[in-house]
């Protein structure tokens, strides 16, 4: 009925916009309220503070806060005031303000659409450094999307349940960011900029998401007025594009990636890989691939990997493609450092161009960034990757790294969005064997890569984080997604039995698997005790890759869908059951396309509720149905269950459950 109203709503809307704007005539400078209406919403725009309210059938769905407009200019906050006039040309509606600066005025121009409306607003008399504005959390119910939280220890959903605060929110991010956020209303904000932003969502708690937006260019942004979430989401991707394709092919969805990072960390070298892959392999721990978490241009590469060729053999004779770390990142101690500055193929200084752009990188190393936007740079490092393939045995590479700095200055002529096009363009020569790659801001979705989540503890906390983590991502524009190493990492103390276990349950319902932390042992890179895990560890690690490899045949059917139409795989239970409130803050629950609910136990203990959506499901652990809307409470969840639920009505219900029953303590 949604998808009806919807349609009649626009019909609606675009007879009604035909003509010029439906509501009240502009108010008196400085009093009451310009009403502007289409079929499916009104847009009130107050006029003694200049404020911006959204209504659909009678209830505010978007508000901004009181205050809501300010400006920066010269480390000064300045804030706008009162509306001094206003005209209406068409759908268009422009607006000039008053502020606290004298001689300073704001214009701002407003134009509707059946579904949406655009924000453009700059100043007249001055220029400003920065332009932020300010909403009302409360206005709109619980907010989602932003993508990765900086800390990357705690991803609050939604996220008004929480705090971020992300002051370099940016093109250039290493984190998976991109600036649309939506809401439990169904409304929606896209940010149209392609410059540094400074975002916070209830930072101190004060109700307020404030989007700051630098540089000189006017703050332009839309809001979506729909009826669902998950619309919201498909007008985001209608204009920032879906993936044309899968760069992953079906046989990496199907079985774990293996990393060597949080399993070895700074003990990276042949011996040691060839003996965690073997005894991956004698546990019967399937994977496609071993990725090898070190860059040969370390500067004692050669000494720790002396025969690449061999690895790669050895490898394959175990059933694992080789596969290489790789990044733009050059520290100072690298091989080939003093060769790139002398050729010029780093990024350079903003205060000095002759020099080239250093900055702490997270090991505490002084390294630059290999500058894309080069043509030579460029050339220079693919070729050394593709050497790397033809002479070293190396199938695939973990792309880890941002492609441009907002620290450094840019190539001439090049913008940020011009390194993530180059970056893109060089990954998807070579396969990144579902690694993925780490980038957003609108900018890769139509290469189709998998995208994996940034770095977590190796605790229960750590997991929590990494699920929200893959929602906010996944319903951000990025639906090929995984979790950090299933485990955690962040150099934190080896995982406990639960948290490895119940980290690769979870993930088995997920699109993807990446793997690290091997269940049959593993040394502390704190104090350098080897941690061993007993038979039941590897019995149930082996139960989860083995439920994610029945359930791929599921999971491809998903990809091509999301190929067709841009949907996520992983979301929230709210994008296909908006009409249960509960579903708008479960944040341990999951939609596997639209017929697997995922429950999985996500901390200590042997029980959980689950709550599950309108509809009729089936349990899968107990071949039970259960009608919902219900919470189960007290579910039995010991470490050998991970609790899942068919749809019985949704499409593929018949392939998953097939895939997922089964009894006993391997369920």
């Known amino acids: 009925m949604a998808g009806v109203r919807r349609t009649l709503r626009r019909c609606s809307a675009a007879l009604a916009l035909a003509a010029p704007l439906l509501g009240a005539a502009p108010a008196a400078a400085g009093t009451g309220t310009i009403t502007l209406a289409t079929p499916g919403y009104e847009l009130r725009v107050a006029t003694d503070r200049l404020t911006l309210t959204t ?34 040309d068409g759908d268009t509606l422009r607006v000039t303000a008053a502020t606290d600066l004298p001689g300073v005025t704001v214009d701002l121009r407003i134009t509707l659409r059946s579904d949406r409306y655009d924000v453009k607003w700059s100043l007249s008399g001055a220029t400003a450094d920065a332009l932020s ?45 991109t600036p649309f956020w939506y809401t439990a209303s169904a409304t929606g904000l896209r940010v149209d900029t392609g410059e540094p932003m400074d975002v916070r969502i209830n930072s101190g708690g ?14 332009a942004s839309t809001v979506f007025v729909e009826d669902t979430p998950a619309e919201v989401y498909r007008d985001h991707i209608g204009l920032v594009g879906k993936p044309e394709r899968s760069d992953t092919p079906y046989e990496q969805y199907a079985t774990p990636l293996w990393n ?28 496609h691939a071993v990725q090898v978490e070190e860059s040969v241009i370390a500067a004692d590469f050669g000494e720790r990997f002396p025969d690449l060729p061999a690895l790669s053999k050895e490898l394959g004779r175990l059933g694992f493609d080789l596969g290489m770390w790789t990044g733009l990142y050059m520290p100072e101690t690298a091989a080939d450092f003093a060769y790139a500055v002398d050729h010029g193929y780093l990024l350079k200084d ?26 030579a740079a460029r050339q220079w490092y693919t070729e050394d990757l593709k ?35 180059y970056g893109t363009e060089l990954a998807d020569e070579f396969d990144q064997q579902g690694a993925g790659l780490r980038v957003a801001w609108n900018a890769a979705q139509a290469k189709g890569f998998a995208t ?107 990809v091509r869908n999301t190929v067709k139409t841009g949907d996520p795989i992983m979301r929230p239970l709210f994008f296909d059951f908006p009409q249960d409130e509960r579903s708008y803050t479960v944040s341990d629950e999951w939609m596997l396309g639209p017929a697997v609910l995922a ?27 259960v009608h919902g809307p219900v919470t189960l409470k007290d579910y039995a969840a010991p470490l050998g269950i991970t609790p899942a639920f068919v749809n019985l009505k949704a499409k593929g219900a018949a392939k998953a459950y097939q895939a997922l029953a089964r009894t006993g303590a391997e369920r």
């Open 452 to 558: 994996r989540t940034a770095d977590k503890p190796a605790t229960f906390g750590g997991l929590r984080a990494s699920v929200s983590a893959n929602l906010a991502v996944s319903t951000v524009g990025y639906p090929f997604v995984e979790t950090d190493m299933i485990g955690g990492s962040l150099l934190y103390p080896p995982p406990t039995k639960a948290v490895l276990v119940r980290w690769a349950q979870a993930a088995s319902l997920m699109p993807l698997m990446y793997a690290s932390t091997s269940p049959t042992g593993v040394r502390d890179a704190t104090t350098g005790e080897w941690v061993g895990y007993d038979r039941e560890t590897v019995r149930l690690y082996r139960a989860a890759i083995a439920t994610h490899e029945r359930l791929a045949p599921y999971i491809w059917d998903q």
């Open 206 to 219: 004060n109700g307020l998401g404030e989007f700051t937006v630098t540089g000189e260019r006017p703050a």
């Open 599 to 625: 429950a999985p136990k996500l901390d200590e203990g042997a029980t959980r509720d689950i709550f599950l959506p309108s509809g009729v499901w089936r349990d899968v652990g107990r071949g039970t149905v």
């Open 260 to 287: 060597s990072w949080a399993q070895l960390y700074t003990e990276q070298n042949q011996d040691n890989v060839i003996d965690w892959a073997r005894s991956l392999a004698e546990a019967g721990l399937d994977g």
């Open 133 to 177: 504005t300010a909403y009302d959390l409360n206005s709109a119910g619980h907010w989602y999307g932003h993508g990765e939280n900086g800390d990357q220890t705690v991803q609050p959903w939604p996220l008004d349940s929480g705090q971020l605060v992300d002051t370099r929110f940016s093109p250039a991010s290493y984190q998976v960011v």
């Open 387 to 421: 050497t790397q393939t033809r002479e070293s045995g190396v199938a695939g590479f973990k792309f880890d790294t941002a492609f441009f700095d907002d620290r450094c200055a840019p190539y001439p002529g090049a913008t940020r969005a011009d390194y993530v096009t």
């Open 350 to 375: 903003r205060s000095n161009s002759s020099q080239p752009c250093l900055f702490t990188w997270w090991n505490g190393r002084r390294t630059g960034l290999i500058d894309l936007a080069n043509p």
């Open 55 to 88: 209504v659909r059938a009678g209830r505010t769905v978007l508000a901004t806060a009181a205050g809501a407009f300010r400006f920066r200019i010269g480390g000064a906050w300045y804030l706008v005031r009162e509306v001094t006039g206003s005209a209406r």
